[in-house]
């Protein structure tokens, strides 16, 4: 779900589900939250990047997912942390953090840019923010960051 490697201090996590574009289900928004909050208390870390496998950096909440709480409530099962928990550490991050984006960035994936402290793009990366084609109001204080940037 989500690969760690250290560089010196520097703490490289890559969201790591490429068949999916690296769309966050229940299990990615939990691995992140633990690795950031592992990161967080670390000594030996000072900085933190977030990056995408593959061609995406994050085509945002699995829709796939998402859709089986309704249609498939019995089997869907619930996160730790949740999109809840992600923000909330994203929120109180301590140490900086930033974003090295590769390919698409969709929702959630976008948002966290806004969390951001810098931002890195390849020339190929792509940025959507899907909230008004589906008649959903912006995530996690994305109409407070994104004017930040």
């Known amino acids: ?3 760690s490697e250290d560089h010196g201090r520097v703490r490289v996590l890559t969201l790591d589900r490429p068949d999916a574009l690296n769309a966050f289900n229940e299990a990615l928004y939990d691995a992140a939250t633990e690795a950031l909050s592992d990161a967080a208390q670390s000594p030996d870390v000072a ?3 977030l990056t995408g ?5 994050s085509a945002g909440t699995d829709v796939v997912e998402m859709a089986s709480r309704t249609t498939d409530p019995d ?3 619930a996160g730790v942390h949740g999109f809840p928990g992600l923000v909330d550490q994203l929120t109180a991050f301590p140490k900086p953090f ?12 976008a ?8 931002v890195f793009m390849s ?3 792509r940025v959507r923010c899907p909230f008004t084609d589906l008649a ?4 996690a204080a994305r109409s407070y960051l994104f004017p930040l940037l």
């Not at 974003?99 to 994936?109: D, E, F, K, R």
């Open 1 to 3: 779900m989500i690969r």
């Open 98 to 109: 930033l974003c090295a984006v590769n390919g698409l960035s969709l929702g959630i994936g």
């Open 136 to 139: 959903v109001a912006p995530e």
């Open 53 to 57: 496998a593959g061609r995406a950096f």
């Open 111 to 118: 948002t966290l840019l806004g969390y951001a402290d810098l």
């Open 47 to 49: 900085v933190v990047v």
């Open 123 to 125: 020339t190929e990366a």
């Open 75 to 77: 089997n869907f099962t």
